[in-house]
């Protein structure tokens, strides 16, 4: 079975610094899917960012970037130029895509961003 | 474009009484559904997975016959809490996947349904 986990249930940044979240995964499978979702107060999930296991090059979607270490199964998350609207909880999910598409979650992280 | 709604957004109903979610892919068609159940400062616990005409999936620990799931069209599926009690008071949340293009494997979630039950 996969297990993802999140090790800080609660981080806080400062507006306009750097926070990284992270993310360890353990899984037998190799072609796998890692995913970094928000939900926000209002509690609706957006998906932040995506990486592809088969894909070394590190996914980037403008002040969101991972961190992907296949070998040591680490997905961090870095957020960058921090603004007050990512105040959020951060979930780390993953997606084995040999088997039916069940996303598995991690605890998530309670990211607070402050002035 | 892959907005899935959900309907209603809160209600409030009485212990025995049944209620029923709705879930919708507004612009693309979802093959698969699933419904999650989260509890206050927690994950999403995936309930079950249903796919278009056929029964769903219900993980452990999850009774079938009080949660019952109904994916009747490609953009449709349906959550049934059956004699809610007040221990089914929770926050539940679908999400549909596209299994198509970019974003194969991708779920896009609902905005999820607050229920509580007296």
């Known amino acids: 079975a996969q297990t993802v986990t999140q090790s800080q249930p609660e981080m806080s940044v400062q507006e306009a610094e750097t926070v990284t979240l992270s993310c360890t995964y353990d899984?037998?499978?190799?072609?796998?899917?890692l995913f970094w979702y928000k939900q926000p107060p209002s509690r609706q999930m957006i998906l932040v960012i995506r990486q592809e296991a088969y894909k070394q090059q590190n996914a980037t979607e403008n002040r969101f970037s991972v961190n992907f270490q296949k070998a040591a199964k680490s997905f961090s998350l870095k957020i960058s130029d921090s603004q007050l609207g990512d105040t959020a909880m951060y979930f780390c999910?993953?997606?084995?895509?040999?088997?039916?598409?069940?996303?598995?979650f991690g605890t998530g992280t309670r990211l607070q961003v402050t002035l | 474009g892959a907005v899935v709604s959900q309907h209603p957004s809160w209600v409030i109903c009485k212990s025995g009484t049944s209620v029923k979610i709705e879930c919708r892919s507004l612009?693309?068609?979802?093959?698969?559904m699933f419904w999650y159940r989260q509890f206050p400062k927690q994950s999403l616990m995936l309930m079950a997975t249903s796919n278009e005409g056929s029964k769903a999936t219900y993980e452990q620990g999850v009774e079938k016959d009080k949660f019952l799931i109904n994916h009747a069209s490609l953009t449709l599926s349906t959550l049934t809490v059956t004699s809610a009690h007040p221990e089914d008071s929770s926050f539940y949340i679908c999400s549909a996947d596209s299994f198509s293009g970019r974003a194969k494997y991708e779920q896009y979630f609902g905005p999820g349904t607050r229920l509580t039950v007296t």
């Open positions: 999910a993953f997606i084995n895509t040999g088997t039916a598409s069940k996303l598995t």
């Open positions: 612009d693309f068609q979802a093959t698969t």
């Open positions: 899984t037998s499978e190799s072609n796998y899917y």
